[in-house]
């Protein structure tokens, strides 16, 4: 790699220089980099394995035997479907019950989602690569199975989109790279749970490269285009997901979070993403961006989606060593709508990036306060310990994590990269293994006095982010303007705390803004709880563009 001009050498020295000078004790010692995040004390959990989420014990569902379609015959669309909510097929959930009360077929939702996913790929650039045979033949197989009264999986007969930094047998895993990692076709352990729950992988979805930046227009690959506004970002890395969600290609997704890579899509194009804790979710299969502050989590239009596909990839995997055994709840179970007796602090966080919020963000979360308290909340003002600290600990550990990944490939192939990717890795060389090894110990002193925080409160809400998309025009400025840190979610990937963004609102221009729900380790539960009663109260997150909307919802 080339050196670092004086100008960037500089910015980073100074995010060096805010850990040397964080008010920790001298004594605290660095966090155990690969381990899962601390449970806070006295919080119990629902007990449920993981052998009981994937081998159903209820009996198999009453099934309308006709509606299975034999292979090679016609598909009705499901808007001609006799008897249908439309909308009850918006999400995930809806469609698995309408399914399996066999008000639709498998084959169906697939055809669905395949044609959306033909009708708004080339604008927004949602997929990488897609398994259309592949997906039907599953399809096809589930509704024999229906059709035969077999039990089937909870996410039997859904259409799933992969992040391409998950292996998948169905085809390579590029990265959004030209600097493709080793061809591995095989699943990473929470596709292959997902697909051991009946779900149908239809494609791979388009990814920062490697999880890295922004994209590169001089580059032979597809550009994640907002579907709010094609002008804009997506938000990155797990771009295709949001915007693939939004356009109806799929129900479900699953993305990685290094540093806000669910919840800043999510945010941006309208949709629910949950980062869990570290260690809930096994990263085995997944390409890295930094080992130590990535997460492997769901996205979908609703947070009982995000719940349902939770309990299934959720759980300790002896392939990777930072899982956690802490039980897994059905998080499903949780969803009572009714957050009577929780205590939310409330941190606005407008003191780290209040000169350039929305304009609306101000009266959009106070809206979405008004509907946590409705719910039965009891709201207090927080402030989120050692905020800038943490967020430069973010920088130099992922940044660094990220270049000894990529250090050979670098200096051997610089040009195939993203000019962003190199640029924004690269600041990890004026990085020292003193500011790394200080950024850990940071690190251990933020989850402490989060921990802390927790004991006087069960959850903590902020904006996702301060503002909504950013137009392409300007998207090289978000840094020099302030916009890089008025999304507020990297903080979290440090500390490890389980992060859920919902839609809560829009700017006065019709972009979506995002709630971020945030919960003790381990407990997400919770967390899916405040979401869920937030959403029953709201109806930002089944609002669809005009252009790509099916359902009607306005």
């Not at 979401?531 to 029953?536: C, V």
């Amino acid at each position: 790699m080339t050196g670092l001009d004086a100008g960037t050498r500089a910015a980073a020295r100074e995010f060096a220089e805010r850990l040397h000078a964080a008010p920790i004790p001298r004594g605290t010692e660095p966090a155990a980099v690969f381990s899962a995040a601390p449970a806070s004390p006295g919080r119990p959990m629902a007990v449920r394995d993981l052998a009981n989420r994937l081998d159903p014990t209820l009996p198999a569902p009453a099934v309308v035997r006709e509606r299975a379609v034999a292979p090679g015959s016609a598909v009705a669309p499901i808007g001609a479907l006799p008897g249908v909510r439309e909308e009850n097929l918006q999400t995930l959930s809806g469609a698995a019950e309408a399914l399996r009360r066999g008000e639709v077929c498998s084959a169906e939702l697939v055809e669905e989602a395949l044609a959306a996913g033909d009708k708004a790929d080339a604008e927004l650039g949602i997929f990488l690569s897609r398994f259309a045979d592949a997906a039907r033949a599953a399809a096809t197989e589930t509704d024999r199975a229906l059709a035969a009264g077999e039990p089937v999986g909870p996410l039997a007969g859904i259409p799933l989109g992969i992040k391409d930094l998950l292996t998948t047998q169905d085809g390579p895993t590029t990265a959004g790279s030209l600097v493709a990692p080793p061809d591995d076709r095989q699943d990473a352990t929470a596709v292959a749970r997902v697909r051991a729950a009946g779900g149908i992988v239809v494609g791979k979805t388009l990814t920062s490269e490697y999880g890295v930046g922004s994209p590169d227009f001089a580059k032979p690959l597809p550009v994640p285009r907002n579907p709010w506004d094609p002008a804009r970002w997506t938000g990155g890395s797990s771009a295709g997901n949001a915007a693939g969600l939004v356009a109806g290609a799929f129900l479900g997704a699953l993305g990685t979070d290094s540093g806000g890579s669910i919840r800043m899509p999510s945010a941006f194009c309208g949709v629910t993403g949950l980062k869990p804790t570290y260690g809930r979710v096994s990263r085995a299969g997944g390409l890295p961006m930094g080992w130590s502050t990535d997460h492997v989590g769901p996205m979908a239009t609703t947070v009982r989606d995000c719940a349902l596909l939770l309990e299934v990839v959720a759980g300790l995997d002896p392939a990777d060593p930072s899982t956690s055994d802490a039980s897994v709840p059905r998080y499903t179970d949780a969803l009572t709508g009714d957050l009577s007796g929780v205590r939310i602090g409330v941190d606005r966080l407008d003191r780290i990036a209040g000169g350039v919020a929305d304009p609306a963000l101000g009266s959009v979360f106070g809206a979405a306060l008004d509907s946590l308290g409705a719910a039965g909340a009891d709201l207090v003002e927080v402030e989120v310990p050692l905020y800038p600290e943490i967020a430069a600990a973010s920088i130099v550990i992922t940044l660094s994590e990220a270049l000894a990944y990529h250090r050979a490939d670098f200096a051997a192939r610089a040009a195939d990269f993203f000019a962003n990717t190199l640029a924004t890795i690269g600041i990890a060389e004026a990085f020292s293994a003193a500011d790394y090894v200080q950024a850990q110990r940071v690190r251990r002193a933020g989850q402490d006095a989060v921990s802390a925080l927790f004991s006087d409160v069960d959850l903590v809400v902020t904006p996702t982010a301060a503002i909504a998309a950013t137009p392409y025009d300007r998207l090289d400025q978000m840094f020099s303007s302030g916009e890089f840190f008025a999304v507020y979610a990297p903080y979290w990937n440090v500390v490890g705390n389980p992060a859920l963004s919902v839609p809560m609102g829009f700017t006065g221009a019709g972009l979506p803004l995002g709630l971020q729900v945030v919960g003790a380790p381990f407990d997400e539960a919770l967390v899916l709880r405040a979401g869920d009663a937030f959403e029953r109260r709201t109806r930002w997150h089944v609002l669809r563009p005009d252009h790509l909307n099916p359902w009607g919802a306005t």
